[in-house]
């Protein structure tokens, strides 16, 4: 595994230093922990923002958002009986209540 030196502002390095006393972890483990948080968050930002992007540039677009409106009207009946299958089940399961036999079987 690579190994880098890091300078810490002194209040910043105390704080890491009662952190890793308190939990019980080397305050190197504590700063990949921290360092894979927050890599993982953005990555996950730039991810919802290519999301975002690609469906502001596809409501633009007439014919895509016209596409996309009657796609998700098809899908309508087959959503909202997924919703009343798992809010059946949600019931059962704070009622106590045995669940009956899979649709799908």
Same mark, same amino acid.
């Given at each position: 595994? @690579?190994? %880098?030196? *890091? +300078?810490? /502002?002194?209040?910043?390095?105390?704080?890491?230093?009662?952190?890793?006393?308190?939990?019980?972890?080397?305050?190197?483990?504590?700063?990949?922990? $921290?360092?894979?948080?927050?890599?993982?968050?953005?990555?996950?930002?730039? %991810?919802?923002?290519? *999301?975002?992007? $690609?469906?502001? $540039?596809?409501? !633009?677009? @007439?014919?895509? !958002?016209?596409?996309?409106?009657?796609? $998700?009207?098809? %899908? *309508? @009946?087959?959503?909202?009986?997924?919703?009343?299958?798992?809010?059946?089940?949600?019931?059962?399961?704070?009622?106590?209540? /045995?669940? @009956?036999? /899979?649709?799908? +079987?």
């Amino acid at each position: 595994m @690579p190994a %880098f030196s *890091l +300078r810490l /502002p002194q209040d910043l390095e105390r704080r890491l230093g009662e952190e890793a006393l308190h939990c019980g972890q080397p305050r190197s483990e504590l700063i990949r922990e $921290a360092l894979e948080e927050l890599l993982r968050r953005r990555e996950q930002q730039r %991810f919802m923002a290519g *999301l975002v992007a $690609a469906a502001e $540039a596809l409501m !633009r677009d @007439p014919s895509a !958002r016209a596409e996309s409106l009657d796609v $998700a009207a098809d %899908f *309508l @009946p087959a959503d909202c009986e997924a919703l009343a299958l798992a809010e059946e089940t949600t019931s059962r399961e704070l009622t106590g209540q /045995p669940s @009956p036999q /899979p649709w799908w +079987r």
